[in-house]
T-cell receptor, first 112, second 111 residues
Framework: RKEVEQDPGPFNVPEGATVAFNCTYSNSASQSFFWYRQDCRKEPKLLMSVYSSGNEDGRFTAQLNRASQYISLLIRDSKLSDSATYLCVVNLYGGSQGNLIFGKGTKLSVKP | EADIYQTPRYLVIGTGKKITLECSQTMGHDKMYWYQQDPGMELHLIHYSYGVNSTEKGDLSSESTVSRIRTEHFPLTLESARPSHTSQYLC??????????FGPGTRLLVL
């Protein structure tokens, strides 16, 4: 089983739609979780960290379910500019310890 | 925006040449990383460093080598480039919180 698994998509949605991505991780001891966004032919950029209590940043909501070992990202009122690949990222350790483990990414395409 | 820089951004070179990809960051981060990524594919960690004089190989075997003589600088070298080395190379760094910041990448084409 891969350490971080994501549905590769693509998710093709119309503008204004709500879309949700899930990601599962294999190591129950994992401590920190992130979502990154990567545009075509660009570098990954941090979208948001994922906290145990769940967190929201504008149209984006991240949730962590430790019991089921999955992380979710919800995008509301999707925009054309949300089209990108979304990378689920896990670290076995917290803070600066260990290395980040990147999923393969889920591709989102928002259409007019 | 993160202060991490890579040069060159694009490089086309012939087989057998020695190349060095530069990466520098001005955030004072101890940890730095090199990833390799082919178009539409996942990131593969090829090297990382926890600080000056520390270098480790990543999950994907690579013929490249790295050095870390200064905190801010983490160059990657290929002694003899081959077409199989054609890829995008992404440098990243992270600080106390563990969040990684990526440079813009170097797109390498070996003919």
């Amino acid at each position: 089983r891969k350490e971080v698994e994501q549905d590769p998509g693509p998710f093709n949605v119309p503008e204004g739609a709500t879309v949700a991505f899930n990601c599962t991780y294999s190591n129950s001891a994992s401590q920190s979780f992130f979502w990154y966004r990567q545009d075509c032919r660009k570098e990954p950029k941090l979208l948001m960290s994922v906290y145990s209590s769940g967190n929201e940043d504008g149209r984006f909501t991240a949730q962590l379910n430790r019991a089921s070992q999955y992380i979710s990202l919800l995008i509301r009122d999707s925009k054309l500019s949300d089209s990108a690949t979304y990378l689920c990222v896990v670290n076995l350790y917290g803070g600066s310890q260990g290395n980040l483990i990147f999923g393969k990414g889920t591709k989102l395409s928002v259409k007019p | 925006e993160a202060d991490i820089y890579q040069t060159p951004r694009y490089l086309v070179i012939g087989t057998g040449k020695k190349i060095t990809l530069e990466c520098s960051q001005t955030m004072g981060h101890d940890k730095m990383y090199w990833y390799q990524q082919d178009p539409g594919m996942e990131l593969h960690l090829i090297h990382y460093s926890y600080g000056v004089n520390s270098t480790e190989k990543g999950d994907l075997s690579s013929e490249s080598t790295v050095s870390r003589i200064r905190t801010e600088h983490f160059p990657l070298t290929l002694e003899s480039a081959r077409p199989s080395h054609t890829s995008q190379y992404l440098c990243a760094s992270s600080g106390a919180l563990g969040t990684q910041y990526f440079g813009p990448g170097t797109r390498l084409l070996v003919l």
